[in-house]
C-alpha cells in the first residue's frame, strides 16, 4: 500500500509518526505498535524538566495534586482549539479547563460573577497611549465597561462573557500586549520602579531589566507550569516603593563602594522568598549581581524551584517553604550547580544607604529629572476606572505628556512627560473626566482587592469597605503623615493585609445560631514595606464589616492624640503598645485576639 504515496506523502507521514512516538515517550506511554506498557521513559521536551519533577514526587510515595494530574494529562497551551470552541459556543469551563484557561489570562470567577476575568502582562507596568485606548475599548465591548489596576502594576478586565473569551485573549495580543501565563502557577506580571527613567533619585532605570525578564518568560515553555505561582520584582532605588520585598525574587539597585573586592558602582542585591500572605518578607541572600546577569541567575532560581518545589500540597508549594526546608546556603548551592559558576557575595558594610522612598509620590505633581517635565499621579477609587475615564487620560497622556500610561502597585496610574506650561491644564482634564491628581493621606494609602463581588474566594465586600472607610475618616480627622490600610478578601492576600499599618482579611461574622452570617473582616496591625517593612501582628477576627470604617477611626485618633511626637509612625506606636491596649484603643472587647 506503501506504494500508493508519493516520496512527499511518505515522508509527511515519516514526520507525522515520529511527533507521535516522542510525545508518547515524553509522557511515559507505550510507543505506537509497541507491545504494551512501556517501560521508564526519560520524558523529553520544554516540559520535561515539569514531568521529571512530577515522577519524582510520586516515586518518593507523594500524590499530585490535582492541578499537576491536569498539566500532565494536558498542557495548558496545547488546548487552544478547545477554547476556542467553548467560546464558539458560549460555554464556561468546567474545573480543569478553568485552571488550564488561566495560563491564557482568562479566569472563571463563578459563583461571584458567572464571567471571565482577563488578568494581562504588563512588563514594568508601563503602557503605551494606543494600548491603554484599545484596552478600553475591549473591556467596553468584551467586557463591564472598566478595569481594575491591580497591586502588580496590571490591568484586569472583568465581566466577561464566555462568548468573548477568545476575542479578549487575541484582542490584547493584537495590541502589542499578552496575557499569556499571568494565572495559574507561573511566573506573574514582572514589576519595576513606576517612575523608571524619569525618577530623579533613582539609581538605574528597571525598564530594560523588566523587559527582559518579560520575553525570556514568554518564549521558553518550560517556565511556565512551577509548583506555584512566582513573582519577581525590580527596585531601581527610585521614590515609589516597588514592594519587591512581597516578591519570590526581589532584585534592589545598590550602590557599592571601594574596598569591597569587587569593582565599585552599581550592583542588584538579591532577596529571596517573599510571600506577605504567608506571613514571611524576602530576605537578603548576600548575594549581588550586575543588571545584566540578573535574567540568567532568575532562571536558575526558577530552575531549582520547578525540581524541588512541592507537587503535593498547595498550600506549601511556593518558593517560601524550599527556603525554609532548605536553608538558604543549600539552596544558592543548588543556584549555583545550575548556572555553572559562583554566585558573588558582598559585606553589606560596604553598600551606600538606599535613596528615600516617599510614601505619597504616585499621587499628585512631582518633578522628573528631565528639565521643566513632570510626571502626576492620579488617584483611582480602589483601582477603579471606567472605559470613558481611560479614553479621556489617553488623550491627555497623547496630547499633554509624553505618551506613557504608569500603573503602579499602589492601584493606581502615572501621567509622564506633562511640561511646567501645561500642568494646570491637565490638571483641570484630569478632573474634567472625574478623576483627581489629590487624594487625601487615607485615599492616597488605600488598597483593596477584587472582594465578593468578583471574586469566589473572598468572604467579604473589600472594595465597598474600603471606601466606607474612607468616607467615614476623612470627614472626622485629618491625618497628617502616611498611612496605608489594605483590605484583602481571602488567605491569597492580594491586597497583602500583613504589610498595611493597618490590615483586614475577610471573614464571615455569625449573627446567630442558626448560622446566618455578614460580611467581616480579622483585624491585623502595624505591618510595613519598604525600609519599614514589617509583618503586621494579628489583634482581632470577625468584626463586622459595618463597624470596620469607626474601627479604623478610633485607631488613628488614638494615635494621633497619643503619639510620642508628630514624627511617630503608626507602626511606631503600635510596636510599643500591647494587643489588649490596641484593641482597647480600636473599641473592640478584650481578648478578641486572632
Given at each position: 500500500?506503501?506504494?500508493?504515496?508519493?516520496?512527499?506523502?511518505?515522508?509527511?507521514?515519516?514526520?507525522?509518526?515520529?511527533?507521535?512516538?516522542?510525545?508518547?515517550?515524553?509522557?511515559?506511554?507505550?510507543?505506537?505498535?509497541?507491545?504494551?506498557?512501556?517501560?521508564?521513559?526519560?520524558?523529553?521536551?520544554?516540559?520535561?524538566?515539569?514531568?521529571?519533577?512530577?515522577?519524582?514526587?510520586?516515586?518518593?510515595?507523594?500524590?499530585?495534586?490535582?492541578?499537576?494530574?491536569?498539566?500532565?494529562?494536558?498542557?495548558?497551551?496545547?488546548?487552544?482549539?478547545?477554547?476556542?470552541?467553548?467560546?464558539?459556543?458560549?460555554?464556561?469551563?468546567?474545573?480543569?479547563?478553568?485552571?488550564?484557561?488561566?495560563?491564557?489570562?482568562?479566569?472563571?470567577?463563578?459563583?461571584?460573577?458567572?464571567?471571565?476575568?482577563?488578568?494581562?502582562?504588563?512588563?514594568?507596568?508601563?503602557?503605551?497611549?494606543?494600548?491603554?485606548?484599545?484596552?478600553?475599548?475591549?473591556?467596553?465591548?468584551?467586557?463591564?465597561?472598566?478595569?481594575?489596576?491591580?497591586?502588580?502594576?496590571?490591568?484586569?478586565?472583568?465581566?466577561?462573557?464566555?462568548?468573548?473569551?477568545?476575542?479578549?485573549?487575541?484582542?490584547?495580543?493584537?495590541?502589542?500586549?499578552?496575557?499569556?501565563?499571568?494565572?495559574?502557577?507561573?511566573?506573574?506580571?514582572?514589576?519595576?520602579?513606576?517612575?523608571?527613567?524619569?525618577?530623579?533619585?533613582?539609581?538605574?532605570?528597571t525598564r530594560e531589566m523588566a523587559r527582559e525578564w518579560h520575553y525570556h518568560i514568554l518564549n521558553d515553555r518550560s517556565l511556565y507550569g512551577l509548583p506555584r505561582k512566582f513573582n519577581v520584582a525590580f527596585d531601581g532605588g527610585g521614590i515609589i516603593p516597588v514592594l519587591e520585598e512581597t516578591n519570590d525574587i526581589g532584585f534592589q539597585a545598590v550602590l557599592v563602594g571601594d574596598g569591597a573586592g569587587v569593582e565599585a558602582g552599581l550592583w542588584m542585591r538579591l532577596a529571596l522568598g517573599g510571600i506577605s500572605g504567608h506571613r514571611d518578607l524576602a530576605r537578603p541572600t548576600g548575594v549581588y549581581c550586575r543588571p545584566d546577569e540578573c535574567t540568567r541567575i532568575a532562571d536558575a532560581i526558577v530552575r531549582v524551584f520547578i525540581e524541588n518545589g512541592n507537587r503535593t500540597d498547595r498550600n506549601k508549594s511556593r518558593l517560601k517553604y524550599v527556603l525554609d526546608s532548605w536553608g538558604f546556603d543549600k539552596f544558592l548551592d543548588a543556584v549555583e550547580e545550575k548556572l555553572g559558576k559562583p554566585l558573588m557575595r558582598i559585606d553589606d558594610a560596604f553598600i551606600a544607604p538606599r535613596p528615600a522612598f516617599?510614601?505619597?509620590?504616585?499621587?499628585?505633581?512631582?518633578?522628573?529629572?528631565?528639565?521643566?517635565?513632570?510626571?502626576?499621579?492620579?488617584?483611582?477609587?480602589?483601582?477603579?476606572?471606567?472605559?470613558?475615564?481611560?479614553?479621556?487620560?489617553?488623550?491627555?497622556?497623547?496630547?499633554?505628556?509624553?505618551?506613557?500610561?504608569?500603573?503602579?502597585?499602589?492601584?493606581?496610574?502615572?501621567?509622564?512627560?506633562?511640561?511646567?506650561?501645561?500642568?494646570?491644564?491637565?490638571?483641570?482634564?484630569?478632573?474634567?473626566?472625574?478623576?483627581?491628581?489629590?487624594?487625601?493621606?487615607?485615599?492616597?494609602?488605600?488598597?483593596?482587592?477584587?472582594?465578593?463581588?468578583?471574586?469566589?474566594?473572598?468572604?467579604?465586600?473589600?472594595?465597598?469597605?474600603?471606601?466606607?472607610?474612607?468616607?467615614?475618616?476623612?470627614?472626622?480627622?485629618?491625618?497628617?503623615?502616611?498611612?496605608?490600610?489594605?483590605?484583602?478578601?481571602?488567605?491569597?492576600?492580594?491586597?497583602?493585609?500583613?504589610?498595611?499599618?493597618?490590615?483586614?482579611?475577610?471573614?464571615?461574622?455569625?449573627?446567630?445560631?442558626?448560622?446566618?452570617?455578614?460580611?467581616?473582616?480579622?483585624?491585623?496591625?502595624?505591618?510595613?514595606?519598604?525600609?519599614?517593612?514589617?509583618?503586621?501582628?494579628?489583634?482581632?477576627?470577625?468584626?463586622?464589616?459595618?463597624?470596620?470604617?469607626?474601627?479604623?477611626?478610633?485607631?488613628?485618633?488614638?494615635?494621633?492624640?497619643?503619639?510620642?511626637?508628630?514624627?511617630?509612625?503608626?507602626?511606631?506606636?503600635?510596636?510599643?503598645?500591647?494587643?489588649?491596649?490596641?484593641?482597647?484603643?480600636?473599641?473592640?472587647?478584650?481578648?478578641?485576639?486572632?
Amino acid at each position: 500500500m506503501s506504494g500508493d504515496f508519493s516520496t512527499d506523502q511518505k515522508r509527511y507521514l515519516e514526520g507525522f509518526v515520529s511527533g507521535l512516538q516522542s510525545a508518547r515517550t515524553a509522557r511515559g506511554l507505550a510507543p505506537i505498535g509497541g507491545t504494551g506498557v512501556a517501560g521508564p521513559a526519560e520524558p523529553t521536551g520544554p516540559d520535561a524538566i515539569h514531568l521529571k519533577a512530577q515522577d519524582r514526587t510520586v516515586a518518593a510515595g507523594g500524590k499530585l495534586a490535582e492541578q499537576e494530574k491536569w498539566k500532565r494529562t494536558e498542557h495548558p497551551f496545547d488546548a487552544y482549539p478547545r477554547l476556542r470552541d467553548q467560546a464558539a459556543q458560549s460555554q464556561y469551563p468546567k474545573p480543569d479547563d478553568n485552571f488550564r484557561w488561566r495560563y491564557y489570562g482568562l479566569f472563571y470567577v463563578a459563583p461571584a460573577q458567572n464571567s471571565y476575568m482577563a488578568r494581562l502582562r504588563i512588563p514594568n507596568g508601563i503602557l503605551k497611549a494606543f494600548q491603554f485606548e484599545g484596552l478600553a475599548d475591549l473591556a467596553e465591548r468584551c467586557g463591564g465597561g472598566f478595569t481594575d489596576v491591580t497591586t502588580r502594576a496590571n490591568l484586569q478586565i472583568r465581566e466577561i462573557t464566555a462568548d468573548h473569551a477568545i476575542h479578549i485573549v487575541e484582542g490584547v495580543q493584537e495590541l502589542g500586549l499578552t496575557a499569556r501565563g499571568s494565572g495559574a502557577d507561573n511566573i506573574r506580571n514582572v514589576t519595576g520602579s513606576p517612575t523608571a527613567g524619569i525618577d530623579p533619585h533613582e539609581l538605574i532605570d528597571t525598564r530594560e531589566m523588566a523587559r527582559e525578564w518579560h520575553y525570556h518568560i514568554l518564549n521558553d515553555r518550560s517556565l511556565y507550569g512551577l509548583p506555584r505561582k512566582f513573582n519577581v520584582a525590580f527596585d531601581g532605588g527610585g521614590i515609589i516603593p516597588v514592594l519587591e520585598e512581597t516578591n519570590d525574587i526581589g532584585f534592589q539597585a545598590v550602590l557599592v563602594g571601594d574596598g569591597a573586592g569587587v569593582e565599585a558602582g552599581l550592583w542588584m542585591r538579591l532577596a529571596l522568598g517573599g510571600i506577605s500572605g504567608h506571613r514571611d518578607l524576602a530576605r537578603p541572600t548576600g548575594v549581588y549581581c550586575r543588571p545584566d546577569e540578573c535574567t540568567r541567575i532568575a532562571d536558575a532560581i526558577v530552575r531549582v524551584f520547578i525540581e524541588n518545589g512541592n507537587r503535593t500540597d498547595r498550600n506549601k508549594s511556593r518558593l517560601k517553604y524550599v527556603l525554609d526546608s532548605w536553608g538558604f546556603d543549600k539552596f544558592l548551592d543548588a543556584v549555583e550547580e545550575k548556572l555553572g559558576k559562583p554566585l558573588m557575595r558582598i559585606d553589606d558594610a560596604f553598600i551606600a544607604p538606599r535613596p528615600a522612598f516617599d510614601r505619597q509620590a504616585h499621587i499628585g505633581v512631582h518633578r522628573q529629572r528631565q528639565d521643566g517635565l513632570n510626571w502626576i499621579g492620579i488617584s483611582l477609587p480602589v483601582g477603579r476606572i471606567t472605559c470613558a475615564q481611560m479614553r479621556a487620560l489617553t488623550a491627555i497622556a497623547r496630547e499633554d505628556g509624553d505618551g506613557d500610561i504608569r500603573l503602579t502597585v499602589w492601584q493606581n496610574l502615572l501621567l509622564s512627560g506633562v511640561p511646567d506650561g501645561k500642568l494646570d491644564h491637565v490638571k483641570a482634564r484630569i478632573e474634567a473626566c472625574g478623576l483627581d491628581w489629590r487624594a487625601t493621606t487615607l485615599r492616597a494609602g488605600l488598597v483593596a482587592c477584587t472582594g465578593s463581588r468578583g471574586c469566589k474566594f473572598a468572604a467579604a465586600d473589600t472594595k465597598g469597605t474600603a471606601m466606607a472607610i474612607a468616607d467615614h475618616v476623612d470627614a472626622r480627622l485629618t491625618i497628617d503623615r502616611p498611612v496605608n490600610v489594605h483590605l484583602t478578601g481571602c488567605h491569597h492576600s492580594c491586597a497583602q493585609h500583613y504589610i498595611g499599618d493597618i490590615g483586614f482579611i475577610g471573614a464571615r461574622v455569625p449573627l446567630n445560631e442558626d448560622g446566618d452570617t455578614v460580611d467581616g473582616f480579622d483585624l491585623v496591625l502595624g505591618g510595613g514595606f519598604a525600609d519599614q517593612a514589617k509583618i503586621g501582628r494579628a489583634i482581632a477576627t470577625k468584626i463586622r464589616a459595618e463597624d470596620c470604617p469607626r474601627t479604623v477611626e478610633a485607631l488613628l485618633e488614638a494615635w494621633m492624640k497619643q503619639r510620642d511626637s508628630t514624627d511617630e509612625t503608626f507602626q511606631a506606636f503600635t510596636a510599643r503598645h500591647s494587643d489588649d491596649e490596641l484593641r482597647a484603643f480600636a473599641g473592640l472587647p478584650a481578648g478578641s485576639s486572632a
